[in-house]
């Protein structure tokens, strides 16, 4: 989320979805949040302990580990499980938690690493179907996909 407007936004939205639960978005918290935001693609926890060791000198990894914990469960980060990295959920302000309540899907380009989420229902509906009439019963479902995007295809 490269617009600065539109990460203040989303910032003010997570700030905001946290009180309606009462959670508090620490500064802490936030700071990594905005990081997460503020980077062109998925980043790792690693880079944003590097990020974050700019203004906070003494950050370990459990402060990075703990924070994205945290915004995990409050629905304002997803994880890319494919490249163990977080990125800034699309549907931060629509009030969902832990589980993602929104359905999501990650287009992962093989050549310069943007990710896009998407929220097609269809796809997640045809999940449940499938899994249903194998007797599975789903409790959480990611879809990740890798391909080319747009802007490498043209190129």
Known sequence: ??????????LAEAEAACLRRGAQ???LRRQVLELVL???????????????????PGAAPPTVYRALDFLL???LI???????AYIGCSDTGHGHAHEHDHPHQFLICRRCGATLEIADAAVTHAIEAAAARAGFV?????????????RCAAA
């Open 1 to 10: 989320m490269a617009d600065g407007a539109a990460r203040q936004k989303a």
């Open 25 to 27: 978005l620490t500064p």
């Open 38 to 56: 503020e980077a062109e693609a998925p980043v790792g926890a690693y880079a944003l302990l590097d990020r974050l060791k700019a203004s906070r």
């Open 73 to 75: 469960e409050h629905g």
């Open 78 to 84: 997803h994880k890319v499980e494919r490249l163990n």
């Open 138 to 150: 789903i409790a959480e479902a990611t879809v990740e996909v890798e391909g080319v995007c747009a």
